[in-house]
């Protein structure tokens, strides 16, 4: 099949190469012509614009867009003007699944189709393959299958369970936003996981908290056994012990091992941690389904804690303790 690319960045550039490397042929389109031009390859034409890009797509046209979310819209108001009926849309990035909903209506009015992708593999997919969560309509996504199947990694079924899509590592969810939606609860259950496997190589950073000084002040809570906190435990053999045969063994402690191996403290990082939108809307779709989440929940505060969001709820607080109890601050 033909596949036209717009979006060169951390993973759009990499979608093109797989499905190259599987024997399709690509146009690739990017603001950024610098990044074109360093793609273009054997099957692998650049654009240098969106009118050029849509030219050299043959119609009926599949068109991929890996752009962040917030400027979905801006592209679709460009590229829609230029396509033809039955030609489909890919929105392979993290856009709000109920955006979807809008959009697949809207083009329809064109006779274009939409289909909502999520895309989960970072930096890796090149060779690790994507993990691919799809909403559309049937017959559309079941067009484009030659395309998921060669995008995502493969492998094999669970046992017990018959080898299909899924275990393929691509998934038709249902209609338009439903691709979305599963791929939006997959980063908050993301979130919940990063924090957790942080916090606990946290715990084990500061186990030797007893063999330091105490203060010992009506502002600071005392520790009432120092030497059941006298372990000196190196954090990087830790996460490199949990990668081999343990139950929380998973491809985030890997990382998290490679990391620490290259850098013990992570010095090089403030810990500011952003959030790209994914896990605030999780925890507003279990709202309004009454579904309890709390350890997501406090992963996304988590977040917005490390930006110095509870910044003026400290200064509150802090206000309150002096008001009723003559409590001042200690030094920072």
Not at 47 to 54: C, I, Q, R, W
Not at 88 to 112: C, M, P, W
Request: proline content about 5%; charged content about 20%; some cysteine.
């Amino acid at each position: 099949m033909q596949l036209g690319m717009v979006g060169l960045g951390r993973m759009g550039a990499n979608l093109v190469q797989r499905v190259v490397r599987d024997g399709h042929s690509t146009v690739a389109f990017d603001v950024n012509q610098d990044a074109v031009h360093a793609l273009v390859a054997d099957h692998i034409a650049g654009a240098s614009s969106l009118e050029d890009f849509v030219r050299q797509l043959t119609a009926p046209r599949a068109i991929w867009l890996m752009v962040p979310a917030a400027i979905v819209q801006h592209i679709l108001d460009q590229l829609v003007p230029l396509l033809s009926a039955d030609d489909v849309i890919i929105d392979g990035g993290n856009s709000f699944y109920q955006d979807d909903i809008t959009r697949a209506a809207a083009l329809k009015e064109h006779g274009i189709h939409y289909v909502d992708c999520g895309t989960s593999g970072g930096i890796w997919g090149l060779e690790r393959g994507y993990s691919l969560m799809i909403g559309g309509e049937d017959d559309v996504v079941a067009r484009l299958d030659p395309i998921f199947a060669s995008i995502s990694p493969g492998g094999e079924p669970s046992p017990g369970r018959n080898a299909d899509h899924a275990s393929h590592g691509y998934l038709h969810c249902g209609p338009s936003g439903a691709g979305h939606f599963v791929k939006m609860v997959h980063n908050g259950v993301e979130y919940g996981m990063m924090a957790s496997i942080a916090e606990g190589l946290s715990i084990i950073k500061h186990a030797n908290v007893g063999l330091h000084p105490q203060a010992a002040d009506a502002e600071t809570a005392p520790l009432d056994h120092p030497e059941f906190y006298s372990y000196e435990i190196n954090v990087a053999d830790v996460a490199e012990v949990w990668r081999h045969g343990s139950v929380v063994s998973s491809w985030l402690v890997d990382l998290t091992a490679a990391a620490l191996a290259q850098s013990p403290n992570l010095s090089e990082y403030s810990g500011r941690v952003s959030d790209s939108g994914e896990g605030r809307w999780t925890v507003k779709a279990a709202i309004d389904e009454s579904v309890p989440s709390p350890v997501i929940s406090a992963a996304l505060w988590q977040r917005y804690e490390s930006r110095a969001e509870g910044d003026f709820t400290g200064r509150v607080l802090s206000a309150m303790r002096a008001a009723f109890g003559g409590h001042l601050e200690k030094p920072t």
